[in-house]
């Protein structure tokens, strides 16, 4: 099949395939050249991109994918490694879960402080409401909670 018809059964763009194929994520088992010198993919090729998908889905580099490929190639990962790695990247994804949880509560309580002034500023002035946005959060209760911390 050709890369347009690659791109309509996986939902990868053309320039994501090339990548895959430039990375050596895509061998000669997925794409070879036609005698027109163009691409031509197999059947296999749909499933090896949509497992390549679904590992990209689960916080795996292209790096991380690309040392997958090879070892599956060469047979060479016990499950043991598999579940090991497996388990790794959940933990990753665990602590980025909890560091983006600070940042919710930091922009929370960010939006909180701003609301606040702008209704003290609103009561003093109705007229020209402009502000120099980081001299602002300089002076809200996050701010100063998260100075104190560091």
Same mark, same amino acid.
């Given at each position: 099949?050709? @890369?347009? *018809?690659?791109?309509?059964?996986?939902?990868?763009?053309?320039?994501?395939?090339?990548?895959?194929?430039?990375?050596?994520?895509?061998?000669?088992?997925?794409?070879?050249?036609?005698?027109?010198?163009?691409?031509?993919?197999?059947?296999?090729?749909?499933?090896? @991109?949509?497992?390549? &998908?679904?590992?990209? #889905?689960?916080?795996?580099?292209?790096?991380?994918? %690309? &040392?997958?490929? *090879?070892?599956?190639? !060469?047979? &060479?990962?016990?499950?043991? /490694? @598999?579940? %090991?790695?497996?388990?790794?990247?959940?933990?990753?994804?665990?602590?980025?879960? !909890?560091?983006?949880? *600070?940042?919710?509560?930091?922009?929370? *309580?960010?939006? #909180?402080?701003?609301?606040?002034?702008?209704? %003290? /500023?609103? &009561?003093?002035? /109705?007229?020209?409401?402009?502000?120099?946005?980081?001299?602002?959060?300089?002076?809200? %209760?996050?701010?100063?909670?998260?100075?104190?911390?560091?």
């Amino acid at each position: 099949m050709r @890369i347009q *018809q690659l791109t309509q059964l996986t939902g990868c763009s053309v320039h994501t395939l090339r990548y895959y194929e430039s990375e050596g994520l895509l061998d000669t088992r997925h794409v070879q050249r036609g005698p027109n010198n163009y691409r031509v993919y197999s059947e296999e090729a749909v499933e090896h @991109i949509g497992r390549l &998908k679904l590992l990209q #889905a689960a916080g795996f580099t292209i790096s991380e994918i %690309k &040392k997958l490929n *090879q070892a599956d190639q !060469a047979n &060479k990962m016990p499950l043991s /490694e @598999i579940v %090991k790695l497996l388990r790794e990247k959940t933990n990753q994804v665990e602590r980025r879960q !909890a560091e983006l949880a *600070q940042v919710l509560q930091l922009l929370s *309580q960010l939006t #909180a402080d701003m609301q606040t002034l702008a209704a %003290k /500023e609103g &009561k003093r002035s /109705e007229t020209k409401q402009c502000c120099r946005p980081i001299t602002a959060v300089r002076g809200t %209760k996050a701010y100063r909670a998260r100075m104190c911390r560091q």
